[in-house]
């Protein structure tokens, strides 16, 4: 499917998809989503970019291999747990701590650094199946 129409669309839909998996990632404690979900969405962006463009084009949007963005999520996931040990707490018990930026106060939780990590451990490895599956053997 390397259309035209498909490889003029396909841009405007990866925007699309990334910001929407961003939205779904950030509101993921309070409504349905997370990181797990968000973390598809991206990788199904990514995999539509790939049929359109090739995967040695993902490679280099990406800069970095898939499976950098998955281990640098296992890091920030087993990070966002151990800060729990430094209280005294049980291991994975919410920690919240709040940013005075100028007029705005803004909440930083380590479940929403649990679920960016997770997000970033299904992008990471589902992008690199996706590409894995799209390469025909030309390397990249």
Not at 12 to 33: A, D, Q, Y
Not at 34 to 52: E, P, R
């Amino acid at each position: 499917m390397n259309t035209l129409i498909f490889r003029t669309i396909a841009p405007l839909i990866v925007v699309v998809m990334v910001v929407f998996s961003f939205f779904v990632m950030l509101r993921g404690h309070n409504e349905p989503g997370g990181g797990f979900v968000g973390g598809l969405i991206a990788a199904s962006a990514i995999a539509i970019y790939g049929m359109a463009f090739g995967p040695a084009a993902v490679q280099k949007a990406l800069k970095a291999h898939p499976i950098t963005f998955a281990g640098l999520g296992v890091v920030l996931a087993t990070l966002s747990g151990l800060l729990s040990l430094a209280y005294q707490v049980p291991f994975l018990t919410g920690l919240w701590v709040d940013l005075h930026l100028g007029d705005a106060d803004i909440a930083v939780s380590t479940p929403m650094v649990f679920d960016i990590g997770v997000y970033l451990v299904v992008f990471g490895t589902i992008s690199a199946i996706a590409l894995a599956l799209e390469d025909d053997g030309e390397g990249g």
